[in-house]
């Protein structure tokens, strides 16, 4: 049962052009959701996150918007770079029930900026 | 500099050979976590430890150890690996387990089980 799911398993854009990537998710007990980048042959870094309070989070050309009530997220990329080909992850934080957190990432989109 | 180091970065072994994929972080973080990483799957957790001596199962668990005595290291352990193992594994450090805290992640380990 995935739980955080990311629909698209690649996407292009133009350089210069928005770049939006989408994650929906089915449990609303998720508390904290963040983007992860990852390069070829390197572990993912962090992107930028959002907590389930608030509805937007903007750090320079990324932006986060979440929609709890459709259980959607999107990260922005303006304007988009070659530089940002990679693979974006979105993972949601749960607590449990022995206290700690843990992640849960969807299975990647491939985005492609084309120069 | 600030890191998670994972080795080795490749590796190819034989069905049932023991072995140990070793991570280590300077951060003094006190969650650290396994991941592996498989086409269409993901990211998904192995195993995570809160702090030395603490650790528990992640969301695949089955066919691997972890051991936590020392803050900085966290060793993954396979102890009879089979070709479903074959995957890409990253370790991953917090400061804390906390939702706002980011993770770090090491670069990875290409595991082949033949």
């Known amino acids: 049962d995935q739980q955080v799911k990311q629909n698209s398993p690649s996407l292009s854009v133009q350089e210069g052009r928005i770049s939006i990537l989408n994650c929906d998710y089915t449990?609303?007990?998720?508390?904290?959701f963040l983007w992860y980048k990852k390069y070829p042959a390197e572990g993912p870094t962090f992107l930028i996150s959002i907590s389930s309070i608030k509805d937007k989070n903007e750090d320079g050309r990324f932006t986060v918007f979440l929609n709890k009530s459709a259980k959607h997220l999107s990260l922005h990329i303006v304007p988009s770079q070659p530089g940002d080909s990679a693979v974006y992850f979105c993972?949601?934080?749960?607590?449990?029930?022995?206290?700690?957190?843990?992640?849960?990432f969807g299975t990647g989109t491939r985005l492609k900026v084309l120069a | 500099e600030a890191q998670v180091t994972q080795n080795p970065r490749y590796l190819i072994t034989v069905t049932g050979k023991k072995l140990t994929v070793t991570c280590s972080q300077n951060m003094n973080h006190e969650y650290m976590s396994w991941y592996r990483q498989d086409p269409g799957l993901g990211l998904r957790q192995i195993y995570y430890?809160?702090?030395?001596?603490?650790?528990d199962k992640g969301d695949v668990p089955e066919g691997y150890k972890v051991s936590r005595k020392e803050k900085r290291n966290f060793p993954l352990i396979l102890e009879s690996p089979s070709p479903n193992q074959t995957s890409l594994y990253f370790c991953a450090s917090s400061l804390s387990p906390a939702g706002t805290s980011e993770a770090f992640f090491g670069q990875g380990t290409r595991l082949t089980v033949v």
């Open positions: 430890s809160m702090n030395v001596e603490v650790t």
């Open positions: 993972a949601a934080s749960l607590i449990l029930t022995s206290g700690t957190y843990k992640y849960i």
């Open positions: 449990n609303s007990m998720f508390d904290y």
